[in-house]
């Protein structure tokens, strides 16, 4: 038996619909906000990614699905989604029209990562970017509407984990500075972060060894090396989020693994299952468009961890599955044309009905219905035919009530519908 990919996996009836559900808030809640979609290729040329990501980082050195197409071009399948959406911005020449550009993507990433709950090598991922805005407010506002979509999706025990990663002019002196003590642990470092302390020193910050963090626990915070322009920035999107009733933390420790963050970089984190967990993160990158060849356009975005956000949610509700209407059951000798026609009409009205067309008994079918949470049968018998009615039973209190053929289709939608 062919079996999926390890580390893919088939999101099957029962679990969609909770999918669906997110994907149909955030749509509501990014446009109400200005945004609107875009859909991006899932693969891009790899130059993209190593570029944009960084050449030394995990994911361009060790996570990428990366081959050579028959042309000889090196492709990837998107680790990420900014890279792509950026490009896509420049492609088009975006900015021409109006460099100021609220874009969101919803839909698959892939990373070969050690697979495990909550994290598949085929991710999925929801994206808002907004480019040609500098001020701090954008930063602020795009973290309001992040918790607005979680609280209407019922995400409680949330909190806004913040932190400026300063500016080219601030964070190198910063960097130095642990990569001093870096330097000085030698040894005492763990592997990643001995290769890190030369490439990517501030990926040392959110190392998970405990050696690592016992070595750092007196190192200095980046908020004391910002220049005037980044700690202003950053004071405004403070005072923005208490102004809107954010709750946030600041979190020396955050940083991000991608080399094009500036500023500010958050994560939305809640206690729902247990130890707090990152549901979306995100920051400033306003040098990426630019470094990609395109206009020197200030972009904020962030990315909402699809499959995790899914985990926190089922963990906190009973899923909604959706059950038919009304379940026709006509056994016997009985034309199926007509309850063909039955069928489709009230579809067309939004009423989903379903039937067995194999000719089972009406206990038989009963059954079926019960089992697949009918709210409604429509009972059409041999004595039923020959009186050209039909039962329609309310399956729940049990009342039913004698529907004529002619005009069946719209007196059963006013009965359901409670018309």
Wanted: with cysteine.
């Amino acid at each position: 038996m062919i079996q999926a990919i390890k580390g893919f996996r088939d999101v099957l009836p029962g679990d969609i619909e909770l999918w669906q559900e997110i994907e149909s808030e955030a749509v509501k809640v990014f446009e109400n906000f200005g945004f609107k979609e875009i859909r991006v290729p899932v693969l891009e040329k790899t130059a993209l990614f190593s570029r944009s990501i960084g050449e030394n980082t995990d994911i361009v050195e060790k996570e990428m699905y990366t081959f050579e197409d028959r042309g000889g071009d090196m492709l990837t399948m998107r680790p990420e989604a900014t890279a792509s959406v950026v490009r896509s911005y420049i492609q088009h020449n975006m900015q021409a029209d109006n460099p100021i550009r609220k874009l969101y993507t919803i839909g698959p990433m892939f990373r070969r990562e050690r697979p495990q709950k909550g994290r598949y090598r085929q991710f999925y991922q929801i994206n808002a970017e907004v480019f040609g805005i500098a001020s701090p407010y954008i930063d602020a506002q795009i973290m309001v509407m992040l918790s607005h979509l979680l609280d209407r999706l019922g995400v409680t025990e949330l909190s806004a984990h913040i932190n400026s990663l300063g500016c080219p002019c601030c964070r190198p002196s910063f960097q130095n500075a642990i990569k001093e003590i870096a330097e000085k642990s030698g040894e005492n470092l763990c592997d990643d972060c001995k290769r890190r302390k030369d490439k990517n020193p501030l990926r040392i910050l959110d190392c998970k060894s405990v050696h690592c963090q016992e070595i750092l626990k007196d190192a200095p915070v980046l908020t004391d090396f910002l220049c005037d322009e980044c700690r202003d920035h950053f004071d405004i999107v403070k005072s923005s989020l208490e102004s809107q009733g954010v709750k946030y933390t600041i979190d020396h420790k955050l940083v991000r693994g991608l080399d094009y963050y500036t500023k500010t970089a958050f994560e939305l984190k809640t206690n729902m299952l247990g130890a707090q967990n990152s549901v979306a993160g995100g920051g400033r990158y306003d040098g990426l468009v630019k470094s990609l060849d395109g206009p020197d356009v200030p972009a904020i975005g962030f990315a909402i961890g699809f499959d995790r956000l899914v985990d926190v949610i089922a963990a906190s509700r009973k899923p909604y599955i959706r059950t038919p209407e009304v379940f026709i059951m006509a056994p016997g000798n009985i034309p199926v044309s007509a309850v063909f026609s039955w069928i489709c009409d009230l579809a067309r009205d939004g009423i989903w009905a379903d039937t067995d067309y194999s000719g089972k008994s009406l206990k038989s079918m009963m059954k079926r219905a019960d089992k697949d949470g009918a709210k409604y049968v429509l009972i059409a018998g041999e004595s039923e035919f020959e009186k050209e009615t039909a039962i329609l039973k309310n399956m729940a209190t049990g009342e039913q009530e004698e529907v004529s053929f002619s005009g069946l289709v719209t007196r059963v939608i006013k009965i359901i519908r409670n018309l």
